[in-house]
């Protein structure tokens, strides 16, 4: 479902009938990536050159598109936007740490561009998809 910018930055967290939810997904999204990103064996789904770095971008492009789709609005873009920048470069880090992953710069740049990327998509192709699936759904459940 595709919205314009005007009718995207009039939703909020307000407009979710279903937002608990939606937190708790996007929150349990945030904790299995952080979960497969120090654990000493991630599970190897698809393997082929640069398979890795694809895998950050797309799962930094969820986390941002997620919830921006549920706090639309400019501020709370740059807040979450800040924010999963900062998660990949500590993860990083704490593998570097830990003695069993390694420290990639360019793992945290694949962070940064699925941060962008999720930012792009969640105000372009996929902007109020999460609102629209929200009012199915609690259709459903009334």
């Known amino acids: 479902m595709r919205q314009n910018t005007d009718s995207l930055l009039s939703v909020s ?17 945030i904790a299995l990536i952080v979960y497969l990103s120090l654990t ?3 599970p190897e789904v698809f393997e082929f050159a640069f398979a890795d770095k694809l895998k950050h971008v797309f799962a930094y492009s969820v986390l941002m598109g ?7 609005s ?7 936007a800040l924010a999963l920048f900062l998660l990949g ?9 830990s003695g ?4 990639d710069v360019a793992d945290m740049a694949a962070n940064s561009l699925g941060v962008l990327l999720g930012w792009w ?9 999460l609102l629209h699936a929200d009012h199915v759904l609690s259709r459903w459940t009334k």
Not at 74 to 80: D, E, H, P, Y
Not at 89 to 97: K, S, T
Not at 100 to 103: A, D, E, K, S, V
Not at 121 to 129: D, M, P, Q, V, Y
């Open 66 to 72: 997620w919830f921006t789709q549920l706090y639309p």
């Open 74 to 80: 400019l501020k709370a873009r740059g807040v979450w």
């Open 121 to 129: 998509l969640s105000s372009r192709w996929l902007a109020g998809s």
């Open 13 to 29: 967290a307000n407009s979710f009938q279903l937002l608990a939810l939606w937190l708790t997904i996007g929150w349990a999204l």
């Open 100 to 103: 069993y992953r390694f420290f």
């Open 40 to 42: 000493a064996s991630p």
């Open 89 to 97: 470069v500590a993860v990083e880090f704490i593998q570097g740490w």
